[in-house]
């Protein structure tokens, strides 16, 4: 090739990573809106077939797996199973820091987000249960996620929702101890349990205890080490 093809090739590759990460950027945004009302074909309809979330130390497999959490779990708790939005029901999250990372071939990537979680319920609304969650409440933690190009389409491959702390607006997180624990048992023994829980050595406790979150990416100045990929 002249020095103008290999030019062009490379700009063509570069404008295709950019497209890949705002697709990428616009998928996990999109996932967010709808766990916000509730929508758990939704939300699975997001994820490649054979996809995975993890979630309080449990793994929910494929879209009926998915759709268990989402829907059974999530929706079956606060909102009696009916899609949002529900009057009196706040259950908002935000997406946000993104950093992805797409693979030289363009068919698989990386990538990190941060959520915020405001959740509770108005005094009117009377379907919601105080021990399911408490009535106003705050929430973080780290996605470091991978994804996959499915018949053209980028897909969630897999979901890891790492939380890094919990509040009660009232109380603060100072004086909070998480009120979501880890899954003890699998689907079906529980009806609302993961398909498989995480190694004994992956096991999350939640807020006030922290989780390290691995960096998939490479420090710009110190290369892989930080992100774990060398022996520094």
């Given at each position: 090739?002249?020095?103008?093809?290999?030019?062009?090739?490379?700009?063509?590759h570069?404008?295709?990573?950019?497209?890949?990460?705002?697709?990428i950027?616009?998928?996990?945004?999109?996932?967010?809106?709808?766990?916000?009302?509730?929508?758990?074909?939704?939300?699975?309809?997001?994820?490649?077939?054979?996809?995975?979330?993890?979630?309080?130390?449990?793994?929910?497999?494929?879209?009926?797996?998915?759709?268990?959490?989402?829907?059974?779990?999530?929706?079956?708790?606060?909102?009696?199973?009916?899609?949002?939005?529900?009057?009196?029901?706040?259950?908002?999250?935000?997406?946000?820091?993104?950093?992805?990372?797409?693979?030289?071939?363009?068919?698989?990537?990386?990538?990190r987000?941060?959520?915020?979680?405001?959740?509770?319920?108005?005094?009117?609304?009377?379907?919601?249960?105080?021990?399911?969650?408490?009535?106003?409440?705050?929430?973080?933690?780290?996605?470091?996620?991978?994804?996959?190009?499915?018949?053209?389409?980028?897909?969630?491959?897999?979901?890891?929702?790492m939380?890094?702390?919990?509040?009660?607006?009232?109380?603060?997180?100072?004086?909070?101890?998480?009120?979501?624990?880890?899954?003890?048992?699998?689907?079906?023994?529980?009806?609302?349990?993961?398909?498989?829980?995480?190694?004994?050595?992956?096991?999350?406790?939640?807020?006030?205890?922290?989780?390290?979150?691995?960096?998939?990416?490479?420090h710009?100045?110190?290369?892989?080490?930080?992100?774990?990929?060398?022996?520094?």
């Amino acid at each position: 090739m002249s020095e103008v093809e290999n030019r062009l090739t490379q700009l063509e590759h570069r404008v295709g990573e950019l497209e890949d990460i705002n697709a990428i950027r616009r998928l996990h945004w999109a996932y967010g809106y709808y766990i916000d009302f509730n929508r758990p074909e939704e939300v699975a309809q997001l994820f490649s077939e054979d996809g995975v979330v993890v979630f309080l130390s449990g793994e929910y497999v494929g879209h009926e797996g998915i759709k268990r959490l989402y829907g059974d779990w999530i929706a079956g708790r606060f909102t009696g199973g009916k899609p949002g939005p529900v009057h009196g029901l706040l259950l908002d999250h935000f997406q946000m820091q993104d950093i992805i990372t797409v693979a030289p071939d363009r068919q698989s990537a990386k990538g990190r987000f941060r959520g915020m979680l405001f959740g509770g319920w108005h005094d009117n609304f009377q379907d919601t249960k105080e021990e399911f969650m408490p009535q106003q409440f705050m929430e973080a933690g780290i996605y470091e996620n991978d994804y996959v190009r499915e018949n053209g389409v980028w897909k969630i491959k897999r979901l890891d929702y790492m939380m890094q702390w919990q509040g009660d607006y009232s109380d603060g997180w100072a004086h909070t101890t998480s009120h979501l624990q880890p899954a003890e048992k699998t689907y079906p023994e529980d009806p609302l349990g993961p398909d498989r829980l995480l190694p004994k050595d992956k096991h999350r406790q939640t807020w006030p205890y922290r989780q390290d979150v691995p960096m998939h990416f490479a420090h710009p100045k110190f290369g892989a080490v930080l992100a774990g990929q060398e022996k520094a």
